[in-house]
């Protein structure tokens, strides 16, 4: 019992993140980054800002990011928002949090899937936030009507991680319209890598008060290093999220996030091409993994959970990592024996392919 901690403090369970070693050469497919290069015109953008002296950095950036707000408007054209239905911040985890905090904690508890990304636990104990898990279906899918009623809030990621499953809208809207007096928190960090055109709950915010959607430019964007999340919402969430930010940090994003980051979500054609190579990549992953004997989770995502039915998980990452290849695995009930495995280049993937095909014998 260190003196100085608070209570809070020594009762905290901090979010493990994926480790980022220093060693070269390493074929990374534990963390699901992009493997892909961020678009040119983001890196000009960020470039331009810095100047040959860094002058503008003397200045505070924008505590608002309007610009990056205008450019969020302008990504989701078709969905007719204003900026006041949206807010950024510094990463997703970040506007996470502030949600935990302005719109979930209530008295009644809240509702997360049983698997699902560790993060939000973890702020519910940062926050005070009580949590009811609801298991996923044996197959790893989250059933929307196994979410019951009278609960202080439910937040689900879609696609979930680390499953990679993906609800269809209509299911989305089926949750959201069956708790009307709760907030509903949709986590797509990894929406873009989906198949279907228009999946995202966007589509809902207009119609749907209590629906918040959080999305990332870590993932699709290769831009996990610049820091950039946002949420979209009815006006009012949003004003909660400003009013939990403006009491914390007003300059969350600084001068090269929100140049940088409103460049990049103008450049759809960059987004295109690199969500079409790690989709294909996917695909080609899957059938190599099937061949060695894995099964695979359908994903929609740029990782695939998979499982041998042989060998055990954890042993398999030990052995793999040996040969310079890091994949994610999780020491939690139900999915001890999965492996979370980013979908990296056709190279990487073949690496990975080529070491577990040694290890299997
Ligand atoms: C990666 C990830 C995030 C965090 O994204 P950042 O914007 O990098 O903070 C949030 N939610 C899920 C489900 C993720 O996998």
Redesign the pocket.
């Given at each position: 019992m260190n003196p100085f901690w608070s209570t809070l403090v020594h009762n905290l369970s901090p979010y493990v993140p994926g480790e980022q070693p220093k060693m070269p050469d390493l074929v990374k497919l534990n963390t699901?980054e992009n493997p892909y290069p961020p678009s040119a015109r983001a890196v000009d953008a960020m470039r331009e800002e810095l100047g040959s002296d860094g002058a503008s950095l003397r200045l505070y950036p924008d505590p608002n990011a309007d610009r990056l707000r205008g450019a969020i408007v302008n990504h989701f054209a078709d969905q007719a928002l204003t900026p006041a239905q949206v807010f950024v911040g510094n990463?997703?985890?970040e506007v996470?949090a502030h949600a935990f905090m302005a719109l979930l904690k209530h008295d009644a508890p809240i509702l997360l899937p049983d698997i699902s990304?560790s993060f939000y636990p973890v702020y519910c104990g940062l926050y005070g936030v009580d949590h009811i898990t609801v298991p996923l279906n044996e197959r790893f899918e989250i059933c929307v009507d196994d979410f019951r009623q009278g609960n202080g809030g439910i937040v689900i990621?879609n696609p979930n991680?680390p499953t990679g499953h993906l609800l269809r809208l209509a299911e989305i809207e089926r949750l959201v319209a069956a708790h009307p007096t709760s907030v509903v928190v949709v986590?797509e960090?990894?929406i873009d890598f989906s198949e279907q055109v228009v999946p995202t709950a966007i589509a809902l915010i207009n119609r749907y008060p209590n629906l918040l959607v959080i999305r990332?430019l870590?993932?699709s964007h290769s831009l996990?290093g610049l820091?950039v999340?946002y949420a979209v919402g009815n006006a009012a969430l949003i004003d909660a999220l400003e009013r939990v930010k403006n009491s914390f940090n007003s300059y969350p994003l600084d001068r090269l996030a929100i140049v940088g980051a409103t460049a990049a979500l103008g450049d759809k054609p960059h987004l295109e091409q690199t969500r079409q190579a790690v989709m294909q990549s996917r695909a080609s992953l899957t059938d190599a993994l099937e061949r060695l004997g894995f099964d695979v989770l359908p994903s929609a995502a740029n990782f695939i959970f998979t499982r041998h039915p042989q060998h055990d998980a954890a042993q398999l990452a030990t052995e793999l990592r040996q040969r310079k290849v890091i994949v994610r695995h999780f020491k939690l009930p139900r999915i001890d024996q999965h492996l979370r495995i980013t979908v990296g280049t056709d190279t990487q993937c073949q690496l990975l392919v080529d070491a577990l095909r040694e290890i299997l014998g």
């Open positions: 699901n990463g997703s985890d996470l990304y990621a991680a986590d960090a990894y990332t870590s993932k996990a820091r999340g």
